[in-house]
């Protein structure tokens, strides 16, 4: 079933109507929900952004699909480079005592090592990640795409129920 | 193409999911507020905290807690506390920075040490203090009970460890060096000659005419080498008294020398320690060492989650599928603490052992989680009749400081199994004290339990199996009515120094000594013999010739002085005959 909903994310969103960008866009926000662990307040707003933004959907959820895996493997390197910003960089302490001290701010968790490591990582990833992906998408397109959309695999992913729903949350052109 | 940057028409579909999380979270945050608690408070206590109902009363700040359990972190099916309720009035605005300021605290209906059917210990978190204050206790060496068996052993005696062989070898070897130094001295006093010469003269003079100037200067010559020879004699008498004094003393100093070399032989007899001291650590050594461990666990706990100072500390992150990683906090000075309990009214039930338990009341206040920005000390206190509990835990200045002391009268004294014996006291019920003062490093702790109504029974299910040591413990201690334990703890927490005495101690240690006593001295009897049999062959050939000695040179001084005295005499004589004559004196 996992699997089948990743194919589903892939095709749909790779043989959207959005543009390239839209769909890289949606899929570095979605990198970010599965990078960073989930049940923190910045991943509200990311996913509100997601929504809001005219990104692809199906882009930002194969993004958070992929980037599970990937954000669990990571997780010591969170965790090293949360510890060094936290607690071993002195010329942070004030910003990390000021933000720890402000209304709402600690409601982020930011001051958890895997929380700051992780999100630090994944906004720097961010950048690349878009640049990459919609390199990527535009070459699909060009190249593979067409014969993709006309194998049986595809029709039969994109005629499940799951596709109708996604239709809701699609780019506008 | 232009494409928009907004999706306008996901909105409000966003709007409505963010009212429907909303709702779903006021519908089940009372589940989720009670679920975090239990598992806050879990990894805080190393125990599980169970609560049956929490409700969130947002409009008046307020959360309340009913059946609130905690397990106990030490016994297995023990309950630390029960709280029929717990009503907490919260500040609203330190919420926002994730902080936690609870006003009022008011608990009633708390219970200690209720059973439980499961056991409630945990690790986690707080298994570090745990294992910290566990290898904490295995330092304090709490001796075994080596009580005597009957046998007295001993380690074999090694002759080269006597030192009477020695002292009469040297002896004998003194006693012929003065043999032959005397033997050498008379034969130059030449006695024999001066005698006989005496003798010969005295006959020449008998039939001189007193006119003989000559023979008569003879005479005197003679008489005058008798007193030479005597002065001879007699200075060769002193030396020879003064010799043989010394040889008696030096037969006398193998008597010393053989008294010296039993206490040897003594000394290698094992005897078992049976000092007072001993057994109270023994016997009540590692219940003392449990309830220290105790206290010390709550202090730990307390310099760990009540640290002092204001500099970042990491603590372990939430449970949750991804790492924990360290949640790291950065008190602020002049900002509110993460957690600050300003005062808390408690409503105790204690009951003494057999009656019905009655309603207490108890206060704390200044419990937080960042003691130098609240500036007080963390208190606690509670007295009823026969109930004094005080606590302070100061951590506001860099050096902590906590002093707790406690008293508990008529309470069930928990029974104990005196350790590798089949015997159980149990106390029934008496009084318990405990006095804790720990400053940095330094801890100073005293543990008191009183019973006047002790039982004591033999527990002939256990590992230990009846034993002579058992059956002499049993003896004794089944007819001591009472029983006051004290132990003590000083010293720094790295290196404890525990001291434990009982009013057994001195019991137990009398008749163990008693029985001790008889077969130690069967014991000394045969080192003794063993020593005897060493020394006596070659201490007795040697005064038997100190005393031959003595002997032999006073009768042969006494001899020659006599041969002297004779001699002397009878020239004497001669020459008085001689000068009866008128006009005639002998110079």
Redesign the interface.
Known sequence: MLVLKLLQSLFKALHSEG?P??LAAGLALGSILGLT?L?NLHNAVVF?LI????VSFAGAMLGWALFVPV??LL??A??WI??TL??ETPAL?PL?????????V??T?F?????L?SLVVAAALWVPLFLASRWGVVRYRATVAERVRRSALYRSVVASKLYNLYR??R??? | ?R?????W???V??LV??GVVLGLWLVFADGIARRTAESVGTTLIGAEVEIERLHLDFPHGRVEIHGLTVASPFAALQNLLQAEALVADLEP?PL????LVIDRLTATGLRFGTPRLTDGRTGGQADGVMGQVTRWGEQLQVPGLALPTGKISAARLDPAQLTTPRAAAALGARADSARQAWDSQLKGLHVDATADSARRMAERLRGAKATDVTLLGDARRTLGQLKQAQDRVTALERSATSGIAALQSGAAGLTDAKQRDYATARGLLKLPGLDAPDIGAALFGSAAVERFQRALYWVELGRRYMPPGLL?R?TP??T?A???????????AN??PAFLLKTAELSVQLGAAGTAPRTYAASVSGVTSDPALYGRPAIASAAAPGFRLGALLDHVRPTPRDTATASLAGVALPPLSLPSLPIRLEPGAGTLALSLAVQGDEVRARWTMQSDRVRWTRDSSGAATSSPTGDLVWRVVSGIPTLAVSASLTGSLARPQLAVSSNLDRALAERLRAVAGAELAAAERRVRAQVDSLVDGQVAPVLAKVTALGGDVTRRLGGERTQLDDARKALEQRLRELTRLPGVRLP
């Open positions: 543009t960008g839209q662990p049940w509100a929504i809001v933004l005219n954000g669990f997780d010591p969170f965790d949360g510890r936290l607690l302490r990390w005592t000021a933000l720890y001290n402000a209304p709402v600690p409601l968790s001051n958890n090592t895997i929380v490591g809701l949350f780019p506008e052109a | 193409m494409v928009a940057v907004f999706r028409k996901a909105v579909p966003l999911l963010g605005l926002l920075e994730k902080k970042p990491a992150g939430p949750r991804r790492r924990a990683g360290a949640t790291v906090r950065f008190p602020q900002g509110e």
